[in-house]
């Protein structure tokens, strides 16, 4: 019995921390893309900022889908090649729709879509690799 009462106990405590639909408070939802970048040879630490800000100016700035973004960079440790950006979407559909209106974006951008190539090989140039995370906000949990 003092076993199935730990058992309950526990699953009411894993529970308090699942979200779920029926929760009185959705919380938003986070994209994490870290980056791994080099500086290549044919490359520089100046063009590789250009490329961040022309992108932010020209693409994020403009998607009303994204209600907030950060842009980071690793400052200790061994490797200081990590530029982490985190995105923030009121829900699940805006994530979705955000990349559609990027794309749009882009197409306006750089019309030509041989421009558009070439930023995008420029970009590419500096990246060794990269990863994608989606979370969601747990409200009762985060301190405003």
Same mark, same amino acid.
């Given at each position: 019995?003092?076993?199935?009462?730990?058992?309950?106990?526990?699953?009411?405590?894993? /529970?308090?921390?699942?979200?779920?639909? /029926?929760?009185?408070?959705?919380? +938003?939802?986070?994209?994490?893309?870290?980056?791994?970048?080099?500086?290549?040879?044919?490359?520089?630490?100046? %063009?590789?900022?250009? +490329?961040?800000?022309?992108?932010?100016?020209?693409?994020?700035?403009?998607?009303?889908?994204?209600? &907030?973004?950060?842009?980071? +960079? +690793?400052?200790?440790?061994?490797?200081?090649?990590?530029?982490?950006?985190?995105?923030?979407?009121?829900?699940?559909?805006?994530?979705? /729709? /955000? &990349?559609?209106?990027?794309?749009?974006?882009?197409?306006?951008?750089?019309?030509? %879509?041989?421009?558009?190539?070439?930023?995008?090989?420029?970009?590419?140039?500096?990246?060794?690799?990269?990863?994608?995370?989606?979370?969601?906000?747990?409200?009762?949990?985060?301190?405003?």
């Amino acid at each position: 019995m003092k076993t199935m009462k730990s058992i309950i106990g526990a699953l009411i405590v894993i /529970a308090l921390f699942i979200p779920n639909s /029926a929760s009185a408070q959705e919380g +938003h939802y986070y994209t994490v893309t870290t980056w791994t970048l080099s500086i290549p040879e044919n490359g520089s630490r100046a %063009e590789l900022n250009a +490329h961040l800000k022309e992108f932010s100016e020209k693409i994020t700035f403009k998607n009303d889908k994204v209600i &907030s973004e950060k842009v980071f +960079h +690793h400052i200790s440790g061994a490797d200081l090649r990590d530029l982490v950006v985190i995105s923030e979407y009121a829900n699940w559909n805006d994530i979705d /729709a /955000a &990349s559609n209106k990027q794309n749009e974006l882009m197409k306006t951008a750089w019309p030509k %879509e041989e421009d558009r190539m070439a930023f995008m090989k420029s970009w590419n140039k500096y990246v060794v690799t990269h990863s994608d995370e989606i979370y969601q906000e747990i409200p009762e949990l985060t301190k405003k």
